[in-house]
């Protein structure tokens, strides 16, 4: 790997299946109030199953799976999670049967992301769990793993978010193809924020961070605006995860790490926990739709957008700066019951 930004030889040997159409665009946003540009990074639109940035993990999980011989695809999820959405169009893709472990009671009409699990073909197996007990409900997913098994099924299963350090590569390729693009338009950026909730978007960025950094490329920090609780207290471990999603490229040239001053995680934007709507969050998401024609859901991606606008409000970033913001999606969700903040 040379410092021309040609980073393809770093995945060589890697389980990958192809389920990204192409290079998601960098679209320049307004002007904000302090004086700094915003750019969006659209992974709202990479393609499979209305798209969404969990299609980028699963690139790597679902090469895993097949490469292992899984005949299914078990995962877990809150009740309009994303990525339970992009796992089941990934199945339908490739073949394979998916379970999904959902929060909640099963309705009587499905609606956003539940609506399209369905029509993906994937099975839901509800545990009337509250959206933010991730632990009963890994509980759960592993149990139904384990019913798969004894059936004969050969399931591949995968934790809440896909936040696995096979995961976490999706966004070690995300963060190089947004460096490749920054080169290109000759923008020096400040910082790179995203939302994160079980760790593995953020892990896979620090870890495109470090390489670039190490080669010379475009390399600005990243900022993560939190979530879920577990991840504002520094759970899981996103120094290590990265770490160890770095050593599971080949390629990779040794002495490039992550470390712990790579690691901001933002906790003042979460609200009373995971899933409960903030004020600012719901401001964000008017703002992004009347600003850039922007959707962005009450749960993951208006929430970031608020950290980004908050923090540039309190005046982190120079006017004249450039600070780009990573839509991950979750559209299908403003389809659901209160998906949409009240206009």
Not at 308 to 329: K, M, P, Q, Y
Request: glycine share 14%; hydrophobic share 45%.
């Amino acid at each position: 790997m040379g410092d021309s930004g040609n980073f393809s030889e770093l995945f060589t040997g890697v389980d990958r299946v192809n389920l990204v159409p192409g290079v998601t665009p960098l679209e320049r946003g307004p002007i904000l109030d302090s004086g700094v540009q915003l750019w969006v990074k659209r992974d709202d639109l990479t393609g499979l199953g209305v798209g969404g940035n969990k299609v980028r993990k699963l690139e790597f999980l679902c090469g895993s799976a097949v490469a292992t011989g899984a005949h299914s695809l078990v995962t877990v999820g809150a009740a309009q999670s994303n990525h339970c959405r992009m796992t089941a169009a990934a199945g339908a893709l490739l073949g394979m049967e998916v379970h999904l472990v959902l929060s909640g009671e099963r309705p009587q009409e499905l609606e956003g992301n539940q609506l399209l699990d369905a029509l993906f073909g994937a099975q839901m197996h509800f545990t009337g769990e509250p959206d933010h007990y991730w632990g009963a409900l890994e509980l759960v997913r592993e149990s139904v793993t384990d019913a798969l098994v004894a059936d004969g099924l050969q399931p591949y299963s995968i934790p809440i978010g896909g936040s696995t350090a096979v995961g976490a590569l999706g966004y070690v390729v995300g963060y190089l193809e947004l460096s490749q693009q920054l080169a290109e338009l000759g923008i020096e950026v400040s910082a790179v924020v995203h939302t994160s909730s079980s760790g593995g978007t953020h892990a896979g960025l620090v870890a495109g961070q470090a390489i670039c950094r190490a080669v010379g490329m475009p390399s600005p920090p990243v900022i993560a605006i939190g979530v879920a609780k577990g991840v504002v207290i520094g759970s899981p471990d996103v120094v290590s995860l990265a770490n160890e999603a770095l050593s599971l490229l080949p390629n990779c040239p040794v002495g490039i790490e992550v470390v712990a001053a790579d690691v901001v995680v933002d906790g003042d934007w979460l609200g009373d926990d995971y899933a409960v709507p903030t004020q600012e969050a719901d401001e964000a998401i008017r703002w992004a739709a009347r600003r850039g024609g922007w959707v962005l859901d009450r749960v993951y991606s208006g929430k970031g957008l608020s950290g980004l606008l908050g923090r540039a409000a309190r005046g982190e970033w120079a006017s004249g700066d450039d600070v780009v913001f990573i839509h991950t999606g979750g559209v299908p969700s403003v389809f659901a019951t209160d998906g949409v903040p009240s206009l």
